[in-house]
């Protein structure tokens, strides 16, 4: 936040003001972890999809794809907060297509 009068100052709940890059991703990850409902296991295949380390377990491994995804899409040079659910539905719509995930719903 600014001081600046030319700022509006903007609220930032304390639950999400603090969170980092990383803390996100691995929200993001979580939350497709659940949904896929993926083992949590080694498994060297599902990595080199994902392409991350290959020693990776799956929560690992899904963490460390939105966190490489969401630098290359966003890196620094976002303008304004970003919405949780509209990154969540970018990285899903990703992460399904690099793994070939089908939902039956």
Request: aromatic residues 16%; glycine residues 2%; contains cysteine.
């Amino acid at each position: 936040m600014s001081n600046s009068p030319n700022q509006i100052p903007v609220f930032i709940h304390p639950a999400i003001k603090n969170l980092n890059v990383r803390q996100i991703s691995k929200i993001i990850a979580s939350k497709i972890i659940e949904k896929t409902e993926l083992n949590l296991q080694y498994n060297s295949l599902f990595c080199r999809r994902l392409n991350v380390a290959t020693d990776l377990n799956t929560y690992e491994a899904v963490a460390y794809y939105i966190d490489n995804q969401y630098f290359e899409k966003y890196g620094f040079n976002r303008s304004g907060l970003i919405n949780f659910h509209e990154v969540y539905d970018e990285f899903w719509a990703e992460f399904s297509c690099r793994v070939n995930y089908q939902t039956s719903i």
